[in-house]
Structure formats: structure tokens, C-alpha cells
Nanobody, 126 residues
């Protein structure tokens, strides 16, 4: 049974920073990518950043240069360092893991991922 547990969300002022963590447990050896998604009220869930098993990263245009995704394989933990936060970054942030077969949909595409965490709220005030 795979479990993903996010932490690190909170409330910050515009320009501030937060670091999200996602602890993975269970059968994780077949993960080929992990990612961070976010969903604001009334909006679709969107891909923010992803990292594959080779360490290659992908970012949404809206966060490039401000967010950094990384992972510690020894700890089975995924991170998202978020700097220069803006009010439009306010959303519930979800960790996701992709396992087994890759269908070429892209690592920032929701359909690529099999497992999801419960989310952690990030609120940025102006």
C-alpha cells in the first residue's frame, strides 16, 4: 500500500518562502516520476513541478525560476522549495507518484500519476 503524506504548507506574505515535503511509504521501488500539483478554489488541478527517476525536472512556466523540486531517495522524500511566493500561488498542493508504465502524457499531466497525497494548504497574502 503506497502512502504519500505532505507537510510544510502554511501562510506567508508575498515574497516569502516555504518548503513542502512529501514522505512516501509502501512499495515505492517502481516509481518512475514524482510531482507536485496544486488546485485553487474553482480551478483545475495543475502540474507545478516533476522529477523523474533520472533526476530530470520539469516546471510549469508560472513557477520557473521560483520553485525547485528535489528528492532524497534515501529518505523516500520529495521536496518543493518555493521562493518569491505570490498571491496567485495560493492553493492546495498535492504530491503525486507515477508507477509502472509511462504512457507519454507528460510529467506535469495529472493522468500520468497513480498515487496522490491528501494535500497541504499554501496561502500567500499580499
Amino acid at each position: 500500500q503506497v502512502q504519500l503524506v505532505e507537510s510544510g504548507g502554511g501562510s506567508v506574505q508575498s515574497g516569502g518562502s516555504l518548503r513542502l515535503s512529501c514522505a512516501a511509504s509502501g512499495y515505492t521501488s517502481n516509481f518512475y516520476a514524482m510531482g507536485w500539483f496544486r488546485q485553487a478554489p474553482g480551478k483545475e488541478r495543475e502540474g507545478v513541478a516533476a522529477i523523474d527517476s533520472y533526476g530530470s525536472t520539469s516546471y510549469a512556466d508560472s513557477v520557473k525560476g521560483r520553485f525547485t523540486i528535489s528528492q532524497d531517495n534515501a529518505k523516500n522524500t520529495l521536496y518543493l522549495q518555493m521562493n518569491s511566493l505570490k498571491p496567485e500561488d495560493t492553493a492546495m498542493y498535492y504530491c503525486a507518484a507515477a508507477a509502472d508504465k509511462y504512457y507519454g502524457l507528460g510529467y506535469l499531466t495529472r493522468a500520468t500519476y497513480n498515487y496522490w497525497g491528501q494535500g497541504t494548504q499554501v496561502t500567500v497574502s499580499s
